[in-house]
């Protein structure tokens, strides 16, 4: 079974479309390159995917759950997009590390937000993550004090933080 499966993805700007039926899927661990010049929609599918933007049309189904379905026209509670948001982690072009955060800080704080675990716990497993992308001597840094390549493996971390099925 797929783990994601994007059918007929459609999004219109006005009477700019800019998603023009996107069809795929995806196994676990699977990797998918998304790519094409400026402006040609990969931030709009990646927006879509994430429910940072509504389709207009078309189907987002993660492990057999249908998370969309825009013939489905129920207006979704902030609170149900939230959930569906946990099953995907984002890493953003500009990264939106949060300057006043430490990067252990950056990595630990929607899971404390979240209340998923104990503090402990979420330290422990924030300083396994930052060792994973080759931090460990940059955890009580701020993102301001890091490279460019730094700062993603951060975002990375920070996205990974939660375990989500998908990572964009």
Known sequence: MAILEVKNLKKNFGELEVLKGIDFSLEKGDVMAVIGSSGNGKTTLLRCINFLENPNEGE???????????????????????????????????????????????????????????TENIKNQALALIDRVGL????DNYPCELS?????????????????????
């Open 136 to 139: 460990s001597d940059k955890v």
């Open 60 to 118: 987002i189904i993660v492990n057999g759950e249908t998370l969309f379905d825009a013939s489905q026209k129920e207006n979704a509670s902030e609170s149900d997009i939230r959930k569906k948001r946990l099953h995907f982690g984002l890493v953003f072009q500009s990264f939106n590390l949060f300057p006043q955060y430490t990067v252990l800080e950056n990595i630990m704080l929607a899971p404390q937000l979240l209340k998923i675990d104990s």
């Open 148 to 168: 460019g390549g730094q700062q993603q493996r951060v975002a990375i971390a920070r996205a990974l933080a939660l375990s989500p099925d998908i990572l964009c």
